[in-house]
């Protein structure tokens, strides 16, 4: 269990005279309780009171693990065959009585669910949001979040030295994949934090192009997005190689994007606002007649999640500090032509920033 984040949540609770918050997101309630899991369909779900002690609700299934764990007080489990919400209603009225003011995650709860509570606790305000909140305390990493995120990213250069061995003509994307995650799973990684990306030739022209039967050739550029989940944190980077020599087209908009990334990745330190950060990266490539092509945003915030708070990326104003944790990636895509970005994650320091993953930058030709 997390105590200085649950003594923070208590903190906001009594500041919003709410008596009860309840946790729904799966990779919150790993943050706070240390529990981490993935429930499927199942209800997974932590209740931290103001005063009393909190509880965890978890699938039958997965009760004793979560004993296990670093969470130390009750786990209430229940079975397929019953109603976890008569459970947790009856457990929350044993241990609390009706709450006069729950604290919900506005921005994950699916309304079924909210339903079922509010259907419960018909005097209850569900008025208070905990989405803001878990945003702000995931918001600056400790010490001891960041060594997690440093040997994350240390997995992640590892992937993309397994990756960039495979890259030859005739040579699958889904192959390469799967030989990526097969080696990674020998040497003890056991879960990617999304699934990974390997596009060659035009398929790398879309920004979230799913790998297929499409085969590398020769003289073309190939794009690894990947990331690993180390003790809860996960990494996320790209980068985009060459099968043979680049022609000089591919190569410009290689070294577009790697001006971009570079120049903004650089311009990180305290005081500089996200929107900033975008646009120092978009300037770059709008400045070459690549504009429209660059269609996402800079950058996420990261940690127990791929995509978590802040999102860096122009009208947002949020001034970056010291201990904020997030991606810094731009692309360009052309369709039906070339696709390139490059990412790393950093931690902004008092005077700059560090990324957690080491892999060169420059046009690695295989």
Same mark, same amino acid.
């Given at each position: ?6 003594? =923070?949540? !208590? ?33 997974? @779900? ?19 693990? #979560? ?57 209850? *305000?569900?008025? #208070?949001?905990? +989405? ?5 305390l995931q918001l600056y990493k400790t010490e001891e979040e960041c060594q997690? $995120?440093? =040997?994350?990213?240390? +997995? #992640? ?16 994307? =889904?192959?390469?994949? #799967? ?8 040497? /003890? ?9 390997? $596009? ?8 979230? /192009?799913?790998?297929?039967?499409? +085969? ?47 120049? @903004? ?16 990266? !978009? ?13 996402? !945003?800079?950058?996420?915030?990261? /940690? ?9 990326? /122009?009208?947002? *104003? ?22 390139? !970005? ?25």
């Amino acid at each position: 269990m997390n105590q200085e984040k649950v003594s =923070e949540l !208590r903190k906001w609770m009594s500041s919003n005279q709410v008596d009860l918050a309840y946790v729904s997101d799966p990779s919150h309630i790993a943050y706070f309780s240390g529990f981490d899991s993935n429930p499927m369909e199942r209800i997974l @779900a932590l209740f931290i009171p103001l005063e009393k002690d909190p509880f965890l609700f978890a699938p039958g299934l997965e009760v004793e693990d #979560a004993k296990a764990s670093s969470w130390a007080y009750d786990v209430i489990g229940y079975l397929d065959s019953e109603d976890p919400w008569a459970i947790i209603v009856a457990e929350i009225n044993k241990r609390y009585g009706a709450p006069k003011k729950m604290a919900i995650e506005k921005g994950q709860l699916v309304l079924d669910r909210y339903q079922r509570l509010a259907d419960a606790f018909t005097s209850t *305000d569900f008025s #208070a949001d905990l +989405t803001p909140l878990v945003q702000q305390l995931q918001l600056y990493k400790t010490e001891e979040e960041c060594q997690l $995120l440093v =040997e994350a990213g240390s +997995t #992640a250069d590892l992937a993309f030295e397994i990756g960039f061995k495979l890259v030859k003509a005739g040579a699958t994307e =889904e192959s390469i994949v #799967a030989e990526i995650e097969y080696e990674l799973k020998k040497q /003890g990684v056991k879960e990617m934090s999304f699934p990974t990306e390997v $596009l060659a030739g035009p398929n790398a022209a879309s920004p979230h /192009g799913s790998p297929g039967k499409n +085969t590398v050739k020769e003289n073309e550029l190939v794009l690894f997005d990947l990331g690993t989940i180390v003790n809860g944190y996960c990494s996320d980077a790209t980068r985009t190689v060459a099968c043979g020599k680049p022609t000089d087209h591919q190569k410009k908009i290689y070294d577009i994007v790697l001006e971009a990334q570079l120049k @903004a990745q650089e311009a990180v330190k305290p005081g500089i606002t996200a929107a900033e950060l975008d646009k120092i990266a !978009r300037d770059v490539i709008e400045g070459y007649g690549y504009g429209e092509y660059f269609n996402h !945003r800079l950058g996420h915030g990261i /940690g127990t999640t791929i995509h978590e708070f802040p999102s860096i990326v /122009g009208g947002n *104003d949020m001034e970056i500090k010291e201990g904020m944790c997030f991606s810094i990636e731009p692309g360009i895509y052309l369709p039906n032509d070339v696709g390139v !970005r490059i990412e790393d994650c950093i931690f902004v320091t008092k005077d700059g920033c560090i990324p957690f993953t080491k892999t060169s930058k420059e046009l690695i030709i295989l």
